[in-house]
């Protein structure tokens, strides 16, 4: 919940400037905010910290695998990529972070920005463990760490200095946009009051990590990557309250699962304005409170079966007979972390030359170990598909993870998710109780050139009155015999 604040936006129209007014949304700041819970929502959030509980408990995740270690980061971060549209595999990414071999220019770009996502996800963890609070150059960090090897390396690390806003690929100013998040001016007094937050202990762990989410999204302090920092910081969050051990739980694969209902639960919060106390601000979290204690009960349901079928693939290569110290069970090693090879890298690695490479590899794929897959552009690559398909498969096993979990998705009128967006009561003034008067919605379109139709606080698109002026002459031919 916040205030909305008028700016002007100004550009260049051939060789005159326009200065076009827009509404900026600004979050309140979170110091001394107490958020308001229904029993129910206490009670929620305490069954998932024993869901959570239930799965930092179990062997295979306190003390995992090399495997199971290498996968989980990067099914946690290929998800978050997915999020913001990215369409890297763990195929792709293997062989563009262990093979330097990518298929083309752009997805060498994607691939590189998917890589920074799981390593960002890895330093945040690694700040849990290092530092007992979190400073702003903690966060600026993890920013440059996920856009430092891609092209967008002269903005990581540095908080916007224009105006940014979230639109449609054709929109070309805030006035037209979406959501407008806060000036930059203002953008550095509200994360110095967010870092504070981040540090402190006075809320539930799970509670803290929702709405220190919201709030890191609502300020957007970077002119890109801010998804995916902001879901770091909440395992940064969940790591240093003990909530999470040091393997991270796959959390946004299940948003990845549901990103449209995610979007609407944070524009929710980002839509709500009203004075800093007024109790509206936390019905505003509602529907992302609800939406983040689901995902982590699926990302726990889906860290499970991830662990236990990697657990099987490793106990039946364990089992294949090959001699302990040979080649083939060194090569078997390797792909555990490194599930696309090729000979050449094989026997650089091994130490053995490339034609026993290429036998090794060919026994291990008579054995039903990997694959071989053959690509016209890098030459011969052989896969373990039951490694890399728990990661690129992940949409539609999430998917099923959902349904099985909310059978009635999304059809349901009772569904919990869209009862804040459709609630239009928490929308009236902070300043009264009483029904308020209906007001227009005060956007401009940009081509238009009219204010939209519908009233303040709409769903959906703008909607604008066309005004065709006509000359005398005009009416007179366009008139009905």
């Known amino acids: 919940m916040g205030y909305e604040i008028r700016r002007d936006f100004c550009y260049w129209r051939g060789t005159r400037q326009v200065r076009q007014p827009y509404w900026a949304y600004v979050p309140h700041p979170l110091a001394g905010w107490n958020p308001q819970l229904t029993q129910g929502q206490r009670e929620l959030l305490a069954e998932t910290a024993d869901r959570l509980a239930g799965l930092m408990s179990r062997p295979n995740w306190v003390d995992p695998h090399p495997s199971t270690d ?7 971060g290929i998800a978050s990529s997915g999020i913001e549209g990215l369409q890297s595999t763990l195929r792709s990414v293997t062989a563009h ?15 590189a920005a998917t890589v920074g996502a799981w390593r960002q996800v890895r330093a945040a963890l690694d700040q849990a463990e290092s530092r007992a609070e979190t400073s702003l150059a903690d966060i600026t960090k993890l920013h440059r760490v996920l856009l430092g090897n891609t092209s967008q390396a002269a903005i990581a690390g540095r908080l916007k200095m224009e105006q940014n806003w979230i639109s449609a690929p054709w929109v070309r100013t805030p006035a037209g946009a979406f959501y407008v998040p806060p000036p930059p001016d203002l953008a550095r007094a509200l994360m110095d009051d967010l870092v504070e937050y981040v540090s402190s202990t006075e809320h539930d762990p799970l509670l803290a990590a929702c709405v220190a989410h919201a709030q890191f999204e609502a300020i957007h302090p970077f002119d890109d990557g801010n998804g995916r920092t902001g879901r770091a910081l909440m395992h940064l969050m969940l790591r240093r309250r003990g909530v999470t051990g040091r393997l991270p739980v796959p959390f946004s694969a299940a948003l990845e699962a549901r990103r449209r209902f995610y979007y609407m639960a ?6 709500f304005v009203g004075e800093p106390d007024h109790p509206h601000r936390a019905k505003a979290l509602t529907e992302w409170l609800y939406l983040w204690c689901d995902a982590v009960e699926l990302a726990c349901q889906a860290a499970e079966v991830v662990t236990d079928r990697l657990g099987t693939v490793i106990a039946r290569w364990e089992d294949l007979r090959f001699r302990s110290g040979s080649s083939d069970r060194r090569a078997l090693a390797m792909m555990l972390t490194c599930p696309v090879m090729t000979a050449p890298a094989l026997a650089e690695r091994l130490d053995i030359s490339e034609q026993a490479a290429r036998r090794c590899l060919r026994r291990l794929v008579d054995a039903g170990a990997i694959a071989e897959a053959p690509t016209p552009r890098n030459g011969r690559r052989y896969e373990a598909p039951e490694i890399l398909d728990l990661v690129d498969e992940r949409r539609v096993f999430m998917d099923n993870l959902w349904t099985a979990w909310r059978p009635d998705w999304p059809s349901s009128d009772q569904r919990r998710y869209i009862n804040a967006v459709s609630d239009q009561s928490a929308r009236q003034p902070a300043a009264s109780t009483a029904t308020p008067t209906p007001q227009p919605c005060r956007h401009v379109g940009v081509l238009a050139k009219t204010q939209c139709r519908l009233l303040d606080g709409h769903l959906g698109q703008h909607r604008y009155r066309l005004q065709i002026e006509r000359t005398e002459a005009q009416a007179e031919v366009m008139a009905p015999p």
Not at 70 to 76: A, H, K, P, Q, S
Not at 97 to 111: G, K, V
Not at 266 to 271: F, G
Request: no cysteine; aromatic share 8%; charged share 35%.
């Open 97 to 111: 972070e262990s093979l330097r071999q990518p298929s083309s220019p752009r997805d060498a770009e994607e691939d």
């Open 70 to 76: 290498w996968v989980i980061r990067r099914f946690e």
């Open 266 to 271: 944070l524009n929710a919060h980002h839509s």
